[in-house]
């Protein structure tokens, strides 16, 4: 099978992209779990501006997608992405990531953005 210039550029990006510690790890969590941007902000102990970056980035590229419910916007995997196979198989390779929202549960910081 032979890959073009454009798809090894796509991957790259990609790669790239998720090179990133914070947004590898967020985009792990959504594989079982939609979030909200404040609860990623207590995951990571740092700031909403940080965070909204980071899922910008991660929305740009069309790894995640958004959906509002009210005034809260929902973050989740975005599967009908042409790369979302490539993500997946990468996802696969990484350990769980659900202690975390368990965490946020257990401290009473789960935020229920319904």
């Known amino acids: ?24 790890t967020m985009v792990k969590i959504l594989e079982s779990q939609d979030c909200c941007v404040c609860e990623f902000v207590e995951i990571f102990k740092t700031s909403q501006p940080a965070i909204s970056q980071h899922v910008r980035k991660l929305k740009d590229a069309g790894i995640v997608k958004e959906t509002r419910r009210g005034q ?6 975005n599967k009908e992405n042409d790369f979302y196979p490539f993500v997946q198989n990468l996802l696969q390779q990484l350990p769980n990531q659900d202690f975390k929202l368990q965490e946020l549960e257990q401290h009473g910081l789960r935020i229920s953005c319904e």
């Open 72 to 77: 809260w916007i929902i973050y989740s995997l």
């Open 1 to 24: 099978m032979r890959v073009s210039t454009v798809q090894i550029e796509n991957a790259a990006t990609i790669l790239k992209l998720l090179g990133d510690r914070t947004r590898l």
